[in-house]
């Protein structure tokens, strides 16, 4: 298991990729609207990892209600597994709560899934299977 991404919660995308550009020193590999997440994401490569910077395209976008409750900042840390159905199978097993009891198709069109973050110290985490 590692780290697969960093999903930040920003209020504007051309405000925010110009910060993330002077500090990472490059500019995002993609930005693409993820329309079952109500997102539109930019992405930058670290290495192994990446940040991932969400803005919400409406205002019943989970992204722009976590922002309305707690501003904008770290949203999720994304886990990728080696097998996503395995993974939620045994989590579950062991007591941690799902949102998505299946997988579903993410930014990169990944497979993902979340947990709640009340089974797990507060942290929206996401699981994915790298394709
Ligand atoms: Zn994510």
Not at 13 to 40: I, T
Not at 109 to 117: G, N, Q, V
């Amino acid at each position: 298991m590692k780290i697969h991404h960093v999903g930040l919660a920003v209020e504007s995308l051309s405000s925010s990729v110009p910060v993330f550009e002077k500090l990472l020193g490059k500019g995002p590999e993609s930005e693409e609207d993820v329309a079952d997440q109500k997102v539109r994401v930019a992405v930058f490569r670290l290495g192994e990892s990446r940040l991932e910077l969400l803005e919400g395209t409406c205002e019943d976008s989970p992204i722009t209600q976590f922002i309305s409750k707690r501003g904008q900042g770290i949203h999720h840390l994304a886990l990728a597994v080696p097998d996503l159905r395995e993974a939620l199978r045994k989590l579950e097993k062991d007591g941690l709560r799902l949102i998505d009891r299946e997988p579903r198709v993410g930014a990169g069109k990944e497979r993902i899934a979340f947990l709640y973050p009340a089974s797990t110290a507060g942290v929206l985490i996401e699981l994915m299977e790298e394709a």
